[in-house]
Antibody
Framework: QVQLQQSGAELAKPGSSVKISCKAS????????ISWIKQTTGQGLEYIGY????????NYNEKFKGKATLTVDKSSSTAFMQLSSLTPDDSAVYYC???????WGQGTLVTVSS | DIQMTQSPSSLPASLGDRVTITCRAS??????LRWFQQKPGKSPRLMIY???NLAAGVPSRFSGSRSGSDYSLTISSLESEDMADYYC?????????FGAGTKLELK
């Protein structure tokens, strides 16, 4: 069955970076885009962007350009999102989702605090 | 960006009630509209896609409809397991955008 397994919670300091992973199984990884979504209590759900897992091409929400970098490792069927120059506003749960949004990872909590 | 205005933000209801949640799109999105259910501590669950199509495994008491730029999610007879947050998502144009959410709770 289709599964998206995300990496564990991160505690990071302001100004640092984190890299979250999303390992896919149960389907042909390179045939479907992976999207990334941010969820905070105050801002609800925000769409960060998506990556074409076959070509590596990306499409970002303008708001997250320079903040998020999406990559893939086809050999391990894993998508990654790096968040850079972290501030407390980046504290959130981050989800990956398979194209069509029928399958989501379990979410990764990122907490930015000194 | 396309704005999705979701209402109400909170919806107190009783078991057995018929409830409706609405999203209004700021510009044409055709039928590129999905509805999600989210329970505390869980990932969103796809309920409706293509504005009116029931996702796999979703009970038939859920339905989606469209009237112009207004999209609705209706639960015909509320059950306790339906208490959750609900979100709409437009995927017509990048960046995809979500509604602000509706908290469905017991009256």
């Amino acid at each position: 069955q289709v599964q998206l397994q995300q990496s564990g919670a991160e505690l990071a300091k302001p100004g640092s970076s984190v890299k979250i992973s999303c390992k896919a199984s149960g389907y042909t990884f390179t045939s479907y885009y992976i999207s990334w979504i941010k969820q905070t209590t105050g801002q609800g759900l925000e769409y960060i962007g998506y990556i074409n897992t076959g070509s590596g091409g990306t499409n970002y929400n303008e708001k997250f350009k320079g903040k998020a970098t999406l990559t893939v490792d086809k050999s391990s069927s894993t998508a990654f999102m790096q968040l850079s120059s972290l501030t407390p506003d980046d504290s959130a749960v981050y989800y990956c989702a398979k194209a069509g949004f029928a399958y989501w990872g379990q979410g990764t909590l990122v907490t930015v605090s000194s | 960006d396309i704005q999705m205005t979701q209402s109400p933000s909170s919806l107190p209801a009783s078991l057995g009630d018929r409830v409706t949640i609405t999203c209004r799109a700021s510009q044409d999105i055709g039928n590129y509209l999905r509805w999600f259910q989210q329970k505390p501590g869980k990932s969103p669950r796809l309920m409706i896609y293509g504005a009116t199509n029931l996702a796999a495994g979703v009970p038939s008491r859920f339905s989606g409809s469209r009237s112009g730029s207004d999209y609705s999610l209706t639960i015909s007879s509320l059950e306790s397991e339906d208490m959750a947050d609900y979100y709409c998502l437009q995927s017509k144009e990048s960046p995809f955008t979500f509604g602000a959410g509706t908290k469905l709770e017991l009256k």
